[in-house]
């Protein structure tokens, strides 16, 4: 048997407070998507440098130190070298801007030689010889048209559109396969309704933060304009503005009372005519009104204000008790952006760009790339813990419990992890490597 129990104290309250009622103030509040049309997006672009900073600053702290590549040095020399001429660390920039911006962008690549230059084909990054990879280029999502959206599963490049199509001077387009193209997105859509892979700018969510911000610094300065008011009682007022002769003759007076004012820093008044001054108090809440807006405006776009305004937060935005700083949460939310959506962006295009600069593809593990770290710990504390390490490595062998060897290849792992050794294992293996032929000779 079910039963139904109410309780009779809560309904007596919801009916006398109308809560959870049609009289419930709250029971009116809703959610309505309002999308910003792309010529709001390029004009808050172009007139708000809160705006401008929250699309750009991302992007290039996440390039700005780069990638540093593994191996070889003639090997690591020439995929460098084969980056600069690509000018590759200023277009991925680029492109995370306009992706930021716009919801989405590309990179084309080109490339020539066996692997093809027919942009329609698919790229067989295999084919691809030495020299080969001729051109990369930058190109937004309202420069793209999209195709039909491929739906075969088996394809590597399902979800995507079969084709993507840069519109020429000509008025025709020229047809790119997704796989010469490297995908970067904005703020994750709601959904492909459209079958296009594009996200949504990330001004759609920021804009009314900005623009809340931006008008409440606008209206307090006008306030300064009223925060001193002179006022002058005189006596009679009502009859002289009645009567147009004396009204005249008061105007004068007064315009020649500010004239020599603004001369002579004094006021001529009448011995029956009171001056008082009326100060507006502009410090009553007003500063802590515009912290919480820009505390909104970095909460919107996931910049500590450190990064976005060039001033650390009062209260430590999104502080925790562990004492984390706003800028390391920051850059570690770009480190792995650079892991997750960088890195298998990009992984056609380095695929190929190895096979340009080498002209074969290295053996497994051989050569590879790690991020440059973007956030690193002051220089004296990075060498406390490293002293600490090594007094714990040294301890833990005296006791005599783990094999030098394998405490050895943990320890320079570990190095090469933390950034403080690189490549040491390759180095150590190259000097084995001489020291072996020495003593055979």
């Known amino acids: 048997m079910n039963a139904i129990f109410a309780d009779s104290l809560r ?10 009622s049609p009289r419930d103030k709250g029971s009116q509040a809703h ?41 070889r040095s003639s090997d690591v020399a020439a995929i460098e070298a084969e980056e600069q001429r690509l000018d590759l660390q200023v277009k991925v920039a680029k492109a995370l801007a306009l992706a930021a911006r716009d919801g989405g962008s590309l990179l084309l690549i080109g490339v020539g030689g ?16 030495k020299g080969d990879l001729s051109f990369i280029h930058v190109a937004s999502r309202y420069e793209i048209s999209c195709g039909l959206v491929e739906r075969d599963p088996s394809l590597p490049w399902a979800g995507l559109p079969r084709e993507y199509r840069l519109a020429l001077d000509d008025r025709k387009f020229l047809a790119i396969h997704p796989t010469r193209t490297c995908l970067f997105t904005g703020s994750p859509a709601l959904g492909w309704s459209n079958g296009e892979p ?30 001193k008011q002179d006022i002058i009682s005189i ?20 315009a020649l009372a500010h004239s020599m004012r603004s001369m002579f820093s004094l006021t001529l008044l009448d011995a029956a005519e009171k001056h008082e001054t009326k100060q507006l108090d502009l410090g009553a ?83 590879f790339y790690e991020w440059a770290p973007l956030w690193s710990e002051r220089a ?37 992890d933390d950034g403080w050794l690189p490549a040491l294992a390759q180095h150590i293996a190259a000097a084995g490597r001489g020291a072996g032929t020495t003593a055979g000779e």
């Open 11 to 20: 309904s007596l309250v919801g009916e006398m407070g109308g809560i959870g």
């Open 198 to 227: 594009w996200g949504t700018s990330v001004l759609q969510r920021a804009w009314r933060p900005i623009a809340d911000l931006e008008q409440t610094i606008r209206a307090i300065q006008h306030l300064l304009f009223e925060s």
């Open 285 to 367: 809440g007003l500063p802590e009104l515009v912290d919480r807006l820009m505390i909104q405006v970095c909460g919107s776009v996931d910049i500590p204000a450190s990064r976005l305004f060039g001033r650390s937060s009062a209260n430590g935005l999104q502080a925790s008790a562990a004492g984390e700083s706003d800028d390391e949460r920051y850059f570690g939310r770009l480190a792995s952006k650079q892991r997750t959506d960088i890195g298998p962006a990009l992984r056609l295009l380095d695929d190929c760009l190895i096979r340009s600069a080498l002209g074969r593809k290295p053996r497994s593990n051989s050569v």
């Open 235 to 254: 006596e009679g007022l009502n009859r002289i503005v009645m009567d147009p002769v004396a009204r005249t003759a008061l105007v004068s007076r007064f």
């Open 380 to 416: 004296t504390d990075l060498a406390e813990v490293r002293l600490k390490h090594a007094q714990a490595a040294a301890a833990l062998a005296a006791t005599g419990l783990v094999a030098p060897t394998a405490l050895g290849a943990s320890l320079v792992s570990q190095t090469e």
């Open 114 to 129: 066996a692997a093809g230059d027919d942009p329609s084909t698919p790229l067989n990054p295999s084919l691809v010889g």
């Open 31 to 71: 959610y309505d998507f309002a999308r910003i049309s792309q010529a709001e997006i390029w004009a808050l672009m172009e007139s708000s440098w809160i705006a401008a900073r929250a699309v750009e600053q991302p992007a290039a702290d996440m390039t700005a130190r780069w990638r540093t590549w593994q191996g």
